[in-house]
């Protein structure tokens, strides 16, 4: 793994609102910056910390695409989430200072490393930063909740469909195609994530591709019908 410390400047960076709150004024930017001093970079493959690890930053995702995952008592890989620009990984460091997962890049990436104990102190001082910090937290929370609403009560198609939704959603809000998106994880990632088996998960693209809801080439998707989508996970109420 390549560690630059090289100047990373926030208030420049085109990814601020994505990953830092908006509204510091000039000063509180300069004191930001220099708590935001280095960048790492992972290489595909590699990890950014493993379960165990001692918590020391948080790590806004510059470039690139993670996958956190746990191993179970059995000794299988669970995905636990998939991080990409814009995102914060490492809150789950933070209630017993271990982290308590892997977290591994999917492709090259390059993130931006927040000292969790200055953001703590620049926090303390500037009300919106911790405002912004909380939410951030609010929304791990949030996305939990979503997952165990996938895996407890949707079938095989209502958790793919929800996964493709929200995934396309996000990359929107950083710029990119609202129908169209790379899979930077396998199928088998998905199934873990999903609580699907990967037979499970290929057949069920399948069966969008048939019905003209998805278009698949390999790790190519394009969303011909997010209609269809949406009334898989929301279907309409009998009358």
Do not use: W
């Not at 990814?15 to 935001?36: H, Q, T, Y």
């Not at 460091?93 to 090259?108: F, K, M, Q, T």
């Not at 990119?176 to 790379?182: G, K, N, P, T, V």
């Not at 969303?223 to 989508?229: H, W």
């Amino acid at each position: 793994m390549d560690i630059q410390s090289i100047k990373v400047a926030c208030s420049s960076c085109n990814l601020r609102e994505l990953c830092l709150p908006m509204g510091l004024n000039a000063d509180e930017i300069d004191k930001l910056d220099s708590v935001i001093s280095t960048r790492r970079r992972i290489k595909r493959g590699t990890s950014l910390f493993n379960t165990g690890d001692k918590f020391t930053s948080l790590y806004a995702v510059r470039s690139g695409f993670f996958k956190t995952c746990i191993t179970t008592a059995d000794g299988r890989d669970q995905v636990t989430g998939f991080q990409m620009t814009g995102e914060i990984i490492g809150l789950d460091g933070i209630v017993n200072d271990r982290h308590s997962c892997d977290a591994i890049a999917l492709e090259d990436a390059e993130v931006c490393v927040m000292p969790f104990d200055q953001v703590e102190e620049l926090s303390r001082e500037f009300t919106t930063l911790q405002h912004h910090v909380h939410k951030i937290m609010s929304r791990e929370i949030v996305r939990d909740h979503s997952v165990m609403l996938l895996l407890g009560s949707m079938r095989a198609e209502e958790r793919l469909a929800a996964f493709l939704l929200n995934l396309v959603q996000r990359l929107h809000a950083r710029g990119f195609s609202q129908s169209e998106l790379i899979l930077r994880m396998t199928r088998e990632e998905i199934g873990s994530y999903l609580g699907m088996k990967l037979e499970t998960v290929s057949r069920t693209f399948s069966k969008f591709v048939e019905e003209g809801i998805i278009e698949v080439k390999q790790r190519y998707v394009h969303i011909k019908d997010t209609d269809a989508l949406r009334k898989i996970v929301n279907p309409q109420p009998c009358r």
